[in-house]
């Protein structure tokens, strides 16, 4: 399990180990996080690990966030102490926790993977259009962008939700809510060709349902889609990490950054709560941030 230079240390986790039946890992980084404090109350005070108060504790996670730890693991070492000094306190060797009352640091949510607008130019165009499986890929790929509709419902389209009259598709989403959803003039074109020139070809007689199916003549699934995202990033020369939810993080994204509105945005993404919204004004943030230094003079 490493070695420890706290001999109360090493109680407490041998203590645990017998309790819970805990990982050789899990031990190792208990003992670097508790190991870790005691050296530093050492250094600041020379007190020890009983005589600890709260505002010992306090001061070690804001030292450990001023050197640039992160939040998670911040968060990660009181959950270790909290732990500790509930075990000395369950023992009576001390009269009050010193982790009590002490809120965890704060994570946030952490920001949306997405794509610059010249990376989905470069995925929408990578698709072989002169083959019926590349122009079914294509026209999925543009109604991701255009729609930002959850692959599910991307998938799950049926015939009946798309008015390529009016340029919509209707979809119900979570809470079966059903919301309208412009589709623009690019899928549009694209949809139509894969409806008249690919769909027909690849069913071959066969009735389906859903609007986009496979060579086997069956649905598209979302793992099917997934794959294929996957084979078109590579293809387009996109070495990032990418799903399909990377494109409806891309379509929400790009509408922040060109002046749409936040609740448009929330309408269209078909989200009950604007709070579930606002992290992509986080990352429209963050890129005009990047725009303003690479392109100011003074940046």
Same mark, same amino acid.
């Given at each position: 399990m490493g070695q420890r230079s706290d001999p109360l240390i090493d109680q407490f986790l041998d203590a645990i180990w017998m309790e819970r039946g805990l990982s050789k890992n899990t031990l190792i980084a208990y003992g670097n996080d508790l190991n870790g404090?005691?050296?530093?109350?050492?250094? &600041?005070?020379?007190?020890?690990?009983?005589?600890?108060?709260?505002?010992?504790? &306090?001061?070690?996670?804001?030292?450990?966030?001023?050197? &640039?730890?992160?939040?998670?693991?911040?968060?990660? &070492?009181?959950?270790?102490?909290?732990?500790?000094?509930?075990?000395?306190?369950?023992?009576?060797?001390?009269?009050?926790?010193p982790t009590a009352l002490i809120e965890a640091p704060r994570l946030g949510r952490p920001l949306p993977k997405t794509l610059t607008e010249a990376e989905v130019e470069a995925l929408l165009g990578a698709p072989d259009t002169t083959t019926v499986l590349g122009l079914r890929d294509r026209a999925m790929l543009e109604i991701l962008y255009a729609s930002g509709l959850r692959v599910s419902e991307l998938v799950n389209l049926i015939p009946s939700q798309i008015n390529l009259q009016q340029g919509v598709v209707r979809v119900t989403g979570k809470g079966n809510k059903e919301r309208l959803v412009p589709l623009g003039e690019e899928a549009i074109v694209w949809l139509e060709r894969y409806l008249s020139e690919a769909r027909p070809s690849m069913l071959n007689g066969r009735p389906c349902d859903a609007v986009f199916v496979t060579q086997r003549r069956d649905a598209m699934t979302r793992q099917a889609f997934w794959y294929m995202i996957k084979r078109q990033a590579i293809a387009a020369g996109i070495d990032k990490p990418l799903s399909p939810h990377t494109v409806r993080h891309a379509f929400a994204t790009h509408l922040l950054n060109h002046g749409a509105d936040l609740r448009v945005v929330q309408m269209l993404l078909g989200h009950s709560d604007l709070s579930t919204t606002q992290i992509y004004t986080h990352v429209a943030r963050a890129r005009l941030k990047e725009l303003h230094a690479r392109h100011h003079p003074r940046g």
């Open positions: 404090f005691a050296n530093w109350l050492h250094t &600041q005070s020379a007190l020890n690990l009983l005589l600890v108060r709260r505002e010992n504790v &306090q001061a070690y996670l804001a030292h450990r966030l001023a050197r &640039q730890t992160s939040p998670r693991t911040a968060a990660r &070492q009181l959950s270790t102490l909290r732990r500790f000094y509930a075990w000395l306190l369950r023992g009576n060797r001390i009269l009050e926790d």
